[in-house]
T-cell receptor, first 113, second 115 residues
Framework: AQSVTQPDIHITVSEGASLELRCNYS??????LFWYVQSPGQGLQLLLK??????LVQGIKGFEAEFKRSQSSFNLRKPSVHWSDAAEYFC???????????FGGGTRLMVKP | DADVTQTPRNRITKTGKRIMLECSQT?????MYWYRQDPGLGLRLIYY???????NKGEISDGYSVSRQAQAKFSLSLESAIPNQTALYFC??????????????FGPGTRLTVL
């Protein structure tokens, strides 16, 4: 069975600092991997996805993520965090061409002025 | 703009009541999903439907039922609500056609409180 672990429940960073959110997955085949962001009171918005090819993927809002098969990881990064990035971030792994998603528990990001 | 909408957005009900949450989409997607979100647990799949005549149980279907009334509509029912069904519920859609992006598009959520 597939599973996703986001080890950090909460992270606080200063505005302008770099950010890395960790995601580890368990899946028997080549995974479809996703990062979603949930702003307060909002639904989930897709930041980026990995299906195949280049292991460094670029997303919206200046985010990127790197797929590392050897580490079963898909960490999300941003070089300089903005106050508007404060939100909850979910990593997900998909089967059935990405149509069946398993989510991690989420990481809540707080941004200090 | 093509969208996924959920009604109601907020609902407070009492134990034992029947509740229906509705989801509509204008994206023309064939696949629809219901999730619940609980703090620290992420989103868990309740039911999913790959087509109008297709209904499948997800990870946590006990206590829930669904109806796919049309390609654009997917309703979730709690036949007899209980307090541990208090959660944030999300509907999502995806497109299975070849060449589609495979991502799921989420509605804004329904916050349900069962007293």
């Amino acid at each position: 069975a597939q599973s996703v672990t986001q080890p950090d429940i909460h992270i606080t960073v200063s505005e302008g600092a770099s950010l890395e959110l960790r995601c580890n997955y368990s899946y028997g085949a080549t995974p479809y991997l996703f990062w979603y962001v949930q702003s307060p009171g909002q639904g989930l918005q897709l930041l980026l996805k990995y299906f195949s090819g280049d292991t460094l993927v670029q997303g919206i809002k200046g985010f990127e993520a790197e797929f590392k098969r050897s580490q079963s990881s898909f960490n999300l990064r941003k070089p300089s965090v903005h106050w508007s990035d404060a939100a909850e971030y979910f990593c997900a792994v998909g089967s059935n061409a990405g149509n069946m998603l398993t989510f991690g528990g989420g990481t809540r990001l707080m941004v200090k002025p | 703009d093509a969208d996924v909408t959920q009604t109601p957005r907020n609902r407070i009900t009492k134990t034992g009541k029947r509740i229906m949450l509705e989801c509509s989409q204008t994206k023309g997607h064939d696949r629809m999903y219901w999730y619940r979100q609980d703090p620290g647990l992420g989103l868990r799949l309740i039911y999913y439907s790959f087509d109008v005549k297709d209904i499948n149980k997800g990870e946590i279907s006990d206590g829930y039922s669904v109806s796919r009334q049309a390609q654009a509509k997917f309703s979730l029912s709690l036949e007899s609500a209980i307090p541990n069904q208090t959660a944030l519920y999300f509907c999502a859609t995806s497109d299975s056609r070849q060449g589609a992006s495979h991502e799921q598009f989420f509605g804004p959520g329904t916050r349900l409180t069962v007293l």
